[in-house]
């Protein structure tokens, strides 16, 4: 597990978020549950999740949760649902800011349809981080910044008050916060649609969970 800053605090805890709510109304099902040589999406993303962070993993649920829980098969970790699903990714975030433990330091989001996200991605997003309340570590692709990304303690106020789909992009150019990013092209494969799926089995190695 690798969570040291470069900074005189030199064990964070940095809870890994992944976000598996939403409602994959553009898939026509739940897509968390799509798999991948036999692996659900969600399964795929708590295994990388907790490579990165061990049993710093916190996951949120929403939409159909009983079955997307059924899929995780996993009981590491944290787990909380998101009642209020329906409007966006924004409260997903949110919840996760809230249900953190006081001590966490900062909040790496990952998207459950982000298929090609590694454990050594989530890793160089920590290894990045200078330990700064206030510095943002992104992921940039195509030429945007975006998830997976590591938000600081001191964006955690505003984090638990979104709402909508803009997640945390709102931060991003917020003076407040100083942003760092490191590329990794791959992030801007992810799965909304059955043809993204299909593209997607195309290209990916076999996996082994």
């Known amino acids: 597990m690798t969570t040291t800053a470069n900074t005189a605090e030199a064990n964070p805890t940095i809870f ?7 409602q994959s109304t553009r898939f026509g099902a739940s897509k968390q549950l799509a798999t991948i040589d036999g692996a659900p999406l969600i399964r795929r993303a708590l295994k990388v999740a907790a490579e990165a962070c061990g049993e710093y993993v916190l996951t949120v649920l929403g939409h159909d949760a009983a079955t997307v829980y059924r899929a995780m098969q996993t009981n590491s970790g944290f787990l909380v649902v998101n009642e209020g699903f329906e409007g966006g990714l924004g409260t997903s975030i949110a919840v996760a ?15 459950a349809d982000q298929a090609l996200v590694t ?5 160089a997003l ?7 309340p206030n510095e943002i570590v992104a992921t940039s692709y195509a030429d945007i910044e975006g998830p997976p990304v590591l938000m600081p303690r001191e964006t955690f106020a505003d984090l638990s008050r979104l709402d909508g789909d803009a997640g945390a992009r709102l931060l991003f150019r917020d003076k407040r916060f100083r942003l760092k990013t ?3 092209e791959d992030a801007a494969i992810d799965i909304d649609t059955g043809d ?7 290209r990916l190695p076999p996996w082994r969970g």
Do not use: I, N, R
Request: with cysteine; net charge negative.
């Open 196 to 202: 993204d799926l299909a593209e997607l089995l195309k």
């Open 16 to 22: 890994a978020v992944v976000l598996a709510a939403g």
């Open 119 to 123: 454990a050594e991605h989530l890793e």
């Open 182 to 184: 490191v590329c990794f």
């Open 97 to 111: 800011a809230c249900a953190c433990p006081p001590e966490t330091d900062a909040l790496l989001l990952l998207l």
């Open 126 to 132: 920590m290894s990045a981080w200078s330990g700064a």
